[in-house]
């Protein structure tokens, strides 16, 4: 639409922010006939959605925080997600080492039980509390795919080698790996291809009631436009309050806590594809997880943030307490020079009022404002596993304004290219290579990981690697490039190395910036995403 048009018929829906939970509610609102209009101000997934421990997981350690009702939920996710999006998400193993700790000795059984069912209390969690934890984790949630949990001796077992040697036992048990960024991509793709209009790098200037409807002032590439809505539903993440409260002007007693959660990448650590669990004297825990075949991931930590405006970093601090975190596990110390790469969110949890940043819920609150005419629902906190669960919470909520509304779908629909089998991505990788014999197993691996069965549609009619155009590095061509701006809303090369991708940690700053230069040339990368919209 042009600068400055205006759009009289009202959607049924507007959806502020381009994150999971707004574009898995956009997604299930379009599958049921609603009309959605989904605003982004910057790039989908440019905030909290990116900057995730990338995992579908129950959350073992809630368990403590007495969320059992959370913890069920996510693991029985866990597996109808798996099943969704077999290219962005495979189960993997936890290993959690456990050693005796000094402190223990002398205790009563009564202050050891005082110590470890109270959630404020500090330190490692006991055998016992672990086994029960581990038992709850492999009942609640009616698991079918994924492996039992098991005990491992450390001093036979590869997982021990990386490990010190005063770590003779561990507990091994099943969750899963997701893709976030991409994850939120093919939700908003989805959405579209079920009729929702998605916008990035517009940002909602104004919204307001007039009458029984909302009218919302964008301001996006093409200049203003003002839409209008039946109801708006504020996904805004760490800036929902703002939004609460600046853009819509409604006075709210609802709030957010702002955690930051810090992540840092280094060299490859181990080399197994097993992740690491590991519980620190404060009463934290981190993982050390395989990160794109030659790196480790460890985060995360938990830090109030106050501002939404400024940019979370990983701090000095965080990158320290990671690396001391890690090297009291890990036989050779993790230090500052093995880093690679840092990133840091800010997780929008709902304000309870606990105590500290860690203890603060991880579960969702929804809550529908409809003083003054047309309604209003605002979206607190979640967790990446639950988004979909959250999603089908928020129709509930919709529903009752629209008549008719149709039921859940969405649970087994797949995600666009996750239509094959759950261990059916080997499978895949062969038959690409068959197709395209220039394409070599990282590479088909890559492709696989990324679009599912949607990787030959990226390679097209290709007999040879020059026929992808231009090579940007890393196995990064010309063609996918495009085929990203076409399809998955990239607009500039961070969006494609950072988050429909991990390549920037191959890439060079010049290939980067070459990237970002042909991407914003008229007669390349402009040319077509104008002509997709």
């Known amino acids: 639409m042009s600068s400055g048009a205006t759009s009289d018929k009202p959607v049924d829906l507007f959806v502020i922010g381009g994150g999971i939970n707004g574009c898995g509610i956009a997604r299930d609102a379009a599958g049921r006939g609603l009309t959605v209009t989904l605003a982004e101000m910057n790039d989908l997934a440019s905030a909290t959605s990116s900057a995730s421990t990338k995992l579908f997981h129950g959350g073992l350690r809630y368990l403590e925080y007495f969320e059992v009702r959370l913890v069920r939920e996510a693991l029985i996710e866990r597996e109808t997600l798996l099943r969704a999006m077999p290219h962005i998400s495979w189960p993997m193993r936890f290993v959690l080492p456990y050693h005796k700790d000094a402190r223990f000795e002398g205790e009563t059984p009564t202050s050891r039980v005082l110590k ?49 040697d005063r770590f003779e036992k561990a507990f091994e048990y099943s969750d899963c790996w997701i893709e976030d960024s991409r994850l939120v991509v093919l939700n908003a793709r989805d959405a579209e291809a079920r009729g929702a209009e998605i916008l990035v790098r517009t940002k909602v200037a104004a919204a307001e009631r007039v009458g029984n409807v909302w009218k919302i002032t964008l301001e996006g590439p093409d200049g203003p436009r003002e839409v209008f809505a039946r109801m708006l539903v504020n996904a805004g993440g760490p800036w929902v309050e703002d939004v609460i409260r600046n853009t819509a002007r409604i006075n709210s007693t609802a709030g957010v806590r702002l955690v930051r959660g810090s992540h840092i990448v280094t060299k490859k650590l181990f080399d197994h594809d097993k992740c690491y669990f590991f519980q620190g004297e404060d009463g934290r825990i981190i993982f050390a997880i395989p990160y794109e075949n030659d790196f480790t991931l460890i ?94 919470s928020a129709l509930e909520k919709i529903a009752p304004f629209f008549d008719g509304t149709p039921g859940d779908w969405t649970a087994g629909v797949p995600l666009p290219g996750g ?101 914003n040339t008229p007669d390349n990368g402009a040319r077509r995403m104008t002509a997709a919209g």
């Not at 934890?133 to 698991?143: E, K, T």
């Not at 079918?144 to 080698?161: E, F, R, W």
């Not at 800010?346 to 409809?370: C, E, F, H, I, M």
Request: aromatic share 10%; hydrophobic share 40%; glycine share 8%.
């Open 419 to 519: 239509d094959f089998p759950v261990d059916g991505v080997a499978d895949l990788v062969a038959t690409l290579q068959a197709r395209f014999p220039f394409v070599d197993t990282p590479w088909a691996q890559r492709l696989v990981k990324a679009y599912g069965t949607e990787a030959a549609a990226i390679l097209g009619d290709a007999r040879e690697a020059s026929d992808l155009g231009r090579d940007f590095g890393a196995t990064l061509t010309e063609q996918e490039v495009t085929w990203l701006m076409e399809n998955e809303y990239a607009r500039r090369a961070e969006d494609v190395v950072w988050r429909r991708s991990k390549l920037g940690l191959r890439m060079t700053a010049e290939q980067i910036a070459a990237l970002d230069d042909w991407m």
């Open 116 to 164: 470890y069912v109270m959630p404020w209390m500090k330190g490692r969690r006991p055998a016992w509390l672990i086994r029960l934890g581990l038992f709850l984790y492999d009942h609640l949630g009616g698991r079918k795919i994924l492996p039992a949990t098991t005990t491992v001796d450390l001093t036979t077992d590869p997982v021990g080698a990386p490990l010190n």
């Open 299 to 392: 985060g995360t930590t938990d830090a109030d943030h106050d501002d939404p405006s400024i940019k979370p970093i990983c701090t000095d601090e965080e990158a320290d307490y990671l690396c001391a975190f890690a090297s009291k596990y890990f036989e050779k110390p993790v230090t500052r020079a093995d880093v690679v790469w840092s990133y840091s969110g800010v997780r929008p949890l709902y304000d309870d009022g606990a105590s500290s940043a860690t203890a603060a819920t991880r579960d969702y609150v929804l809550k529908v404002d409809q003083a003054g005419g047309a309604p209003m629902l605002n979206v607190f906190g979640g967790k990446i596993t639950t988004y979909r669960k959250l999603a089908e």
